[in-house]
Every structure is written in structure tokens, then in C-alpha cells.
């Protein structure tokens, strides 16, 4: 049982390590992978999908200040990437890229952003509400079916498990909200930077649904 116990949880450290490695690799395959938590359009109209090309190097790198960005010209797809100090980015549970597709429409550049995190760290979130949740709503039903309202005192601490499952479950959520937010602004900073070496200036706001 604990050799089970050992080799279950080295096998979920594995693929925790693997999923959070192949979403921080600059590559085509890897581009597209994650879990999708936004998306945006910016619409350049001075500039031809040659002249972004052109900002990359031979190997389809920009280096920004705050992030890389890598060119796939056949594919018409740029990834961008916050850049983490290499402990920090295996400690933060939501990291964040963006892949932006490119394409030409009445003569100007349209860029597609979607913003995507890993998707050990997208299940990991969803599991703890879930567990965090359930578990409250079902201890509550037990305590209730067993007789535990029969009394004042009874409701008191029925009360008690309620309130401590929900300070649980929105600690929780302000925490991921937080680092959402966090995120977010760290993208936007690397976006920017992209754009202002694209164009030489800042871009208009970016339409997002």
C-alpha cells in the first residue's frame, strides 16, 4: 500500500513537472496547449504581416525586456511569454502565456490573442472548489440526516461547518482572482512591449471576450 502510495504520488509529481515543462516550451506543438482563460483582438492598420516578420530574428525570436516572443511564420502564430526567474516559475501555480494568431483582413494585420495556463494548474483549481464545495454540502446533509439539528447547539454547529467551509472556499477564491489579476497585468506589460516593438508605439486597447 505505500509502495502504491509512493509511486502514485512520484507519477502525479511527473506529470506536474511535465505539464508545467512542455507549456513553457517555445515550440508550434506547444503553442496551443493549455487551458484557454481569455481572449483578445488588437488590429494594426500600418503594417504588413512581412514587416512583423521582419522584427524576429533568423530563428523567430524577439527578446522583450519582460518576456520572449517566438515567431512561426507558417503558421501565422506568435507565442509570448512572461519571463520567470527559473525557481519562481515552477512555485507560481498560475502562470500564464499567449498565443497570438495572425491574420490579414481589409488590408490591415489582425492579431487573435488567447490567454492559456496549464492545465494541471486549471484541473488543481477546479478540483480544490470541487472538493472544498461538495465536501461542505455533503457534510452538512450527514450531520443533518444523523440528527444533528435536533437541538439549538446542534444548529450552532452546523452553523460553524457552514462558515468554515465558506471562508475555505472564498479565501480560495480571492486568492485565485488575485493571481489572476496578477498575471494579467504581467501579461499585459509583456504585450505591450511586443506591440511597442512591432509598431513603435503602444497599440489602441485590445477588444476582448
Not at 64 to 74: E, K, P, Q, S, Y
Not at 81 to 91: G, Q
Not at 165 to 179: K, R
Request: a positive charge; aromatic letters at 12%.
Amino acid at each position: 500500500m505505500i509502495l502504491a502510495g509512493l509511486f502514485a504520488g512520484a507519477l502525479f509529481l511527473g506529470l506536474l513537472i511535465g505539464d508545467r515543462l512542455y507549456f513553457r516550451t517555445l515550440s508550434l506543438e506547444a503553442s496551443r496547449y493549455g487551458c484557454r482563460v481569455g481572449r483578445g483582438e488588437h488590429r494594426l492598420d500600418s503594417l504588413t504581416p512581412a514587416q512583423i516578420y521582419a522584427r524576429f530574428d533568423a530563428l523567430g525570436i524577439l527578446a522583450l525586456h519582460n518576456g520572449v516572443a517566438r515567431l512561426f511564420a507558417d503558421a501565422q502564430r506568435i507565442l509570448l511569454r512572461p519571463r520567470y526567474p527559473t525557481l519562481w516559475a515552477f512555485l507560481w501555480i498560475w502562470p500564464m502565456k499567449v498565443t497570438i494568431d495572425l491574420r490579414t483582413e481589409g488590408g490591415a494585420v489582425v492579431l487573435s490573442s488567447t490567454k492559456r495556463m496549464p492545465w494541471c494548474s486549471a484541473i488543481l483549481t477546479g478540483a480544490w472548489f470541487a472538493i472544498v464545495g461538495l465536501g461542505t454540502v455533503a457534510t452538512l446533509i450527514s450531520y443533518g440526516i444523523e440528527g444533528g439539528l435536533s437541538s439549538s447547539g446542534d444548529v450552532l454547529m452546523g452553523a460553524g461547518i457552514f462558515t468554515l467551509g465558506a471562508f475555505f472556499f472564498f479565501s480560495g477564491l480571492v486568492t485565485v482572482v488575485m493571481a489572476y489579476r496578477m498575471e494579467n497585468s504581467r501579461l499585459a506589460r509583456v504585450s505591450q512591449e511586443l506591440y511597442e516593438a512591432l509598431t513603435g508605439a503602444a497599440p489602441a486597447p485590445a477588444t476582448t471576450r
